[in-house]
């Protein structure tokens, strides 16, 4: 195969470099384009545009493979740990004993936050979405670590940055969802593990300690490593494009997790278990949805379906199915809309607009079941994922920092109005 493409534009030939990725993925780069030929490229969402090269995560839409620095999600979710994968996403390899506990013991040594932060986290009304106050109180680290905002930090001060993101992340989260119930906040506790300590810091109250539960603390093991990280979606792509003006990593992770709490991106967990209780609350019609959702007059959506790059199943969304099924059993919950949820997906799947669409269950489809069988409150699940999805934000920008890439800045093309003269108010 030839090593350049060929382009043809008004009579004359340009020659664009081909780039074929380490799984055989193939690009043109078209970076010299517009400079050669005055021509840009169009391509509305980035439906098949790349924005970068990335060593960190694979995903194949077609076969339905995802593996996090090649190690397949199948296996990280069964045998591994958040913390272990975190790990792996910012530093490109499974750490060794020492280092998993280094780097456990170095997260546990920053969960703290300085109560300063109270005072912005009471300024909120307890109406407020935990998305929002998840943002700002992630932008104000800013202002704890004003040394986080310079453009040229050392290894070891950015290294500091995200290790104290991984640690104050999970406090910050469980706050914002103690503020939003008007309860008492709890501190972390360094005996507990990351996934034991989140949900200490959730649900314990001065009556009692949370007591932890090893089926909860696998079964959100298994949800935080499913979310880790998933290439140049929406929300890694603003967290890469927010750092690449040289913002903080606070600042450009704030950003990102504005852009998941939207409901066609992260948001979509909340609005799966909404639009459940809605068909539940509406006599459990599973198959009178599927008919809205076909029906372009209607604005409905079967949220929880579809996919920019999954054209065939997500990975994810089969391991997270029989987690589900596994978590409600040995907690011995029957929920509902589990059942219409099963029923959703099978006549969706057996329809011939989805199966035309290639719509199948997505990552957020199953999630906020398990969510739910945990305790953890609906307003709280976009939350889960942005605390999933941190390490894989981190190790993005990271790696678009130590590339050196420039400033992401896209063309457009302009179809406004022809240049005209200013009129006075007056004669208007
Ligand atoms: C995530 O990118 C990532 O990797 C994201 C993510 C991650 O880990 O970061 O995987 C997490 O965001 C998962 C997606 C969660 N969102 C939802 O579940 C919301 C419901 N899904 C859709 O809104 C939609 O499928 C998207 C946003 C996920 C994908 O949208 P696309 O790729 O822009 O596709 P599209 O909107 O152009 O839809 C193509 C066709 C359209 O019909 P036609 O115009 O061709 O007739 O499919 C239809 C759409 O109307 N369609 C749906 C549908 N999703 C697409 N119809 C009904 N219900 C749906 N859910």
Redesign the pocket.
């Known amino acids: 195969m030839s090593d350049f493409a060929e382009l043809i534009l008004e009579g004359k030939s340009y020659k664009l470099p081909i780039v074929v990725g380490t799984e055989d993925e193939k690009a043109i780069d078209i970076s010299s384009l517009r400079a050669e030929s005055g021509f840009i490229t169009l391509d509305s969402?980035y439906?098949n545009t790349g924005a970068t090269t990335s060593a960190i995560t694979y995903l194949d839409g077609e076969e339905g493979i995802l593996s996090y620095r090649g190690y397949p999600i199948e296996e990280l979710a069964e045998k591994s740990s958040f913390i272990e994968v975190s790990y792996l996403l910012i530093y490109g390899s499974l750490p060794t004993a020492a280092e998993l506990d280094a780097f456990s013991k170095r997260i546990k040594r920053h969960m703290l936050v300085n109560e300063d932060m109270r005072k912005i986290l009471d300024g909120f009304p307890s109406a407020a979405h935990p998305m929002g106050i998840l943002s700002a109180l992630v932008s104000s680290l800013t202002a704890f670590y004003p040394e986080s905002l310079k453009s040229n930090q050392t290894k070891d001060e950015m290294d500091l940055s995200m290790i104290r993101l991984m640690a104050k992340l999970s406090t910050i989260a469980a706050w914002s969802f103690k503020n939003s119930n008007g309860q008492r906040i709890n501190y972390p506790k360094n005996k507990l593990d990351y996934c034991s300590n989140f949900l200490h810091m959730m649900f314990s109250d001065p009556t009692e300690d949370y007591e932890v539960n090893p089926v909860v603390v696998d079964a959100l093991n298994k949800l935080l490593i499913l979310?880790a990280d998933?290439e140049q979606?929406?929300?890694?792509s603003t967290v890469r494009l927010v750092g690449s003006a040289h913002a903080s990593l606070y600042s450009s992770v704030s950003a990102g997790i504005s852009a998941l709490w939207g409901?066609?991106?992260?948001g979509?967990n909340q609005?799966?278990i909404e639009m459940l209780e809605q068909i539940k609350a509406d006599g459990g019609d599973s198959k009178k949805f599927i008919a809205k959702?076909?029906d372009?007059n209607d604005p409905f959506?079967?949220?929880?379906?579809?996919?920019?790059?999954y054209k065939n199943f997500?990975p994810r969304a089969k391991i997270i199915k029989k987690t589900a099924d596994d978590v409600l059993s040995a907690l011995g919950i029957k929920d509902p809309i589990l059942n219409i949820a099963k029923e959703l997906e099978q006549a969706a799947l057996t329809d011939p607009y989805f199966i035309e669409?290639k719509?199948y269950p997505?990552?957020?489809f199953y999630s906020g079941i398990i969510y739910r069988a945990l305790g953890i409150p609906t307003e709280m699940f976009t939350v889960m994922f942005a605390l999933g999805?941190l390490p894989g934000w981190i190790a993005q920008w990271k790696e678009m920092r130590e590339q050196k890439e420039p400033i992401g800045r896209p063309r457009q093309i302009y179809v406004g109005e022809n240049t005209r003269k200013y009129v006075p108010i007056e004669e208007r």
Do not use: E, I, Q
Request: glycine fraction near 12%; charged fraction near 25%.
């Open positions: 969402g439906k979310h998933h979606n929406c929300s890694t409901p066609l991106h992260g979509a609005a799966v959702a076909k372009k959506r079967l949220m929880g379906f579809g996919h920019r790059v997500d669409r719509l997505n990552v957020d999805r």
